[in-house]
T-cell receptor, first 113, second 115 residues
Framework: EAQVTQNPRYLITVTGKKLTVTCSQN?????MSWYRQDPGLGLRQIYY???????DKGDVPEGYKVSRKEKRNFPLILESPSPNQTSLYFC????????????FGSGTRLTVV | GQQLNQSPQSMFIQEGEDVSMNCTSS?????WLWYKQDPGEGPVLLIA?????ELTSNGRLTAQFGITRKDSFLNISASIPSDVGIYFC???????????????FGKGTKLSVKP
């Protein structure tokens, strides 16, 4: 089944403790992206990647890092999480072949205390 | 960053009614997408539009790509309870970082249907 898989689905952590949210897609998509969703703010793009080793900042990149060492994986790294990074995070992928319609993962709900 | 203005923010409708929502932007987009998000899930693509003036249907859903390339609307006909959810518009442009991968979302329209 074609899908975008995020892990974990839920995470509670403490301020300052480094964490990684993994994202993997099995569709050979070249584009991958991370969004955060907050009430009243919709989906805001954190980082995106056009292909392996090519990443760029979205609208809200502060406090986040990403890497794209393999085409299928696009992890989101929070080096020192803070409470304002409590949010619902979505990973998504797309390709030129499917005309850029993003396929989304099921989300990771992160709480930083 | 670039923004899409989506309206209305929320709406309550009677089952069987038609629904209309729209998105506008100050920038030109060459792709408009409409997504639906159910509670606890990621957004799912409903309709994709790639040409100015294009009108596309998917069952009871119809969406149009505005002639100016700065707006799009989504219509849902004869709404049913399972239409409940949040609908997002999204736009992509070659002018945003030179990549179609940079997809910008509206803030969503929350739809509630009275059975």
């Amino acid at each position: 089944e074609a899908q975008v898989t995020q892990n974990p689905r839920y995470l509670i952590t403490v301020t300052g403790k480094k964490l990684t949210v993994t994202c993997s897609q099995n569709m050979n998509h070249e584009y991958m992206s991370w969004y955060r969703q907050d009430p009243g703010l919709g989906l805001r793009q954190i980082y995106y990647s056009m292909n392996v080793e090519v990443t760029d900042k979205g609208d809200v990149p502060e406090g986040y890092k990403v890497s794209r060492k393999e085409k299928r994986n696009f992890p989101l790294i929070l080096e020192s999480p803070s409470p304002n990074q409590t949010s619902l995070y979505f990973c998504a992928s797309s390709s030129r072949q499917n005309n850029y319609g993003y396929t989304f993962g099921s989300g990771t709900r992160l709480t930083v205390v | 960053g670039q923004q899409l203005n989506q309206s209305p923010q929320s709406m309550f409708i009677q089952e069987g009614e038609d629904v209309s929502m729209n998105c506008t932007s100050s920038s030109i987009f060459n792709t408009w997408l409409w997504y639906k998000q159910d509670p606890g899930e990621g957004p799912v693509l409903l309709i994709a539009l790639y040409k100015a003036g294009e009108l596309t249907s998917n069952g009871r859903l119809t969406a149009q790509f505005g002639i100016t390339r700065k707006d799009s609307f989504l219509n849902i006909s004869a709404s049913i309870p399972s239409d409940v959810g949040i609908y997002f518009c999204a736009g992509a442009s070659d002018y945003l970082g030179g990549s179609q991968g940079n997809l910008i979302f509206g803030k969503g329209t929350k739809l509630s249907v009275k059975p």
